[in-house]
């Protein structure tokens, strides 16, 4: 629970390299995201080329972070790879989710960029990485280490919470 609760979107990053090993980790962690029967639809993308990095607030507009990023991990589903369709949405959100905790863990700071289904950053994306049509970006992480400091936060909201129906609460 407290990598859960500690987890935040951190957007300033220090100008420090993540090792290898580390970025290893992260993609270990996604791929052991749980997918609709077990098809594991992704793929992902690490991005350490400043020009590419750069490139993305040219369409993302809540991206600029990514310019103080050393790196990024975008997240895709692959559609030749589904086995039942429209699922990769949510195989590629867990793995994005895997992907954060395990960087919040190892004291990185992350923010989870939306890519899908804004079809402008799907294709700007698309094309600067080169990407088949058959693979969707879904999620482009900034990772680094945190130039700013947040601290935990407990968003458990009890009035969100019903019991064996919609009008039925705790």
Known sequence: MDTILRRRSIRKYKDKPVPEQVVYELLRAGMNAPS??????????????????????????????????????????????????????????AATQNILLAAQDRGLGTVWLGMYPREERVLAMRK????????????????????????PADRFLPERVHYDGWNKSG
């Open 128 to 151: 600067l990485m080169g990407m088949p049509e058959e693979v969707i970006p879904l999620s482009l992480i900034p990772v680094g280490y945190p130039a700013e400091k947040k601290g």
């Open 36 to 93: 609709a029967g077990n098809a594991q639809p992704w793929h992902f993308v690490v991005i350490r080329d400043r020009k590419i990095l750069d490139a993305v607030p040219e369409f993302h507009p809540y991206s600029g972070m990514i310019r103080e990023a050393p790196m990024a991990i975008l997240v895709c589903g692959d559609l030749r790879e589904e086995k039942y369709p429209g699922y990769w949405v949510q195989d590629c959100s």
